[in-house]
């Protein structure tokens, strides 16, 4: 594992090898069962490209509506539990035994991405953000805390684990591309992210 410090970022690359990947996937499957991936719609009503669902007490969702955490998935069911090895990297990165509220898991197919956004929908920014990657490779931009600043971007690969703590905890970011198949990880392409946030 080679730690990498970009704009204050902690991205750690191939924190997890190739079986802990797999393990995670399997962990995954029924949570996505339980949960289906949706496509959020943003509050001026475009759909987003990435596709989403979450665990845990709370799930972030975006509607007509607006965007916000609830405690259940938009079909009005609760949130499936966060798998125990996704709750095993958080509290191996952060040393915290405050479990996240929510695990967002996003899924990038071919051509989807996400703009450059900051993540302040969460009531404690002393809170860190961990992010998780599996799958296809993904091209990651850190900004600024200030819209329009200068941005760096990174890969991103199968197993690397980035942390957000600290000022870097409100930079902007982005997934500018993916590279659709670049990795054998999920059998049809693609992309997952888990997000594990403290939200309340
Ligand atoms: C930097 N997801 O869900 S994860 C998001 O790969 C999100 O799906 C991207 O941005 C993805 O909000 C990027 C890396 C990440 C997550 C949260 C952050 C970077 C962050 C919060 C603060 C700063
Ligand atoms: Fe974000």
Not at 111 to 131: C, I, N, T, Y
């Amino acid at each position: 594992m080679t730690r990498l410090m970009v704009r204050g970022v902690e991205i750690r690359k191939g924190a997890l090898d190739g079986p802990a990947q797999v393990r995670l996937i399997d962990a995954l499957r029924p949570v996505l069962k339980a949960a289906p991936l949706f496509s959020p719609v943003t509050a001026n009503g475009k759909a987003m490209s990435v596709r989403m669902t979450s665990a845990g007490g709370l799930g972030w969702v975006s509607d007509k509506g607006g965007y916000r955490y609830q405690p259940t998935h938009p079909r009005g069911s609760a949130w499936p539990a966060i798998p125990d090895p996704v709750l095993d990297i958080w509290r191996d990165v952060t040393g915290h035994d405050r479990t996240p509220d929510c695990c967002l898991i996003n899924y990038y197919g071919e051509g989807a991405k996400m703009g450059l956004h900051q993540d302040r929908d969460e009531a404690d920014f002393s809170w860190p953000v961990v992010s998780v990657s599996l799958g296809d490779d993904a091209l990651f931009r850190i900004g600024d805390t200030v819209r329009g600043g200068k941005t760096e971007s990174v890969w991103l690969n199968s197993g690397d684990v980035v942390v957000m703590g600290g000022p870097a905890r409100l930079v902007y970011h982005g997934i500018d591309r993916i590279r659709f198949g670049s990795s054998r990880l999920l059998p049809k392409g693609g992309r997952i992210n888990l997000t594990l946030r403290v939200a309340v």
